[in-house]
């Protein structure tokens, strides 16, 4: 029915991409650039401790 919307936040070596509908986050992806092997690596799991993820519905 809405439309998806995506954002990208770049740093320096980490990159995470967000899959949003209507200001609720659908999907979070976290990639971080290895330079010693030259790849990206795909986080899975829970959130980084310093990030308190919500679970508001709204």
Partial sequence: ???NSGI???Q???VV???IVL???RNEYHYSWNF???NWRKYI???ASERIPSG???
């Fill in 1 to 3: 029915m809405y439309p």
């Fill in 8 to 10: 990208i936040l770049v």
């Fill in 12 to 14: 320096q070596q980490d």
């Fill in 17 to 19: 991409i967000l899959n």
């Fill in 23 to 25: 200001t609720e986050v």
């Fill in 36 to 38: 010693e092997t030259e």
């Fill in 45 to 47: 799991g829970r959130a």
């Fill in 56 to 58: 508001a519905r709204h």
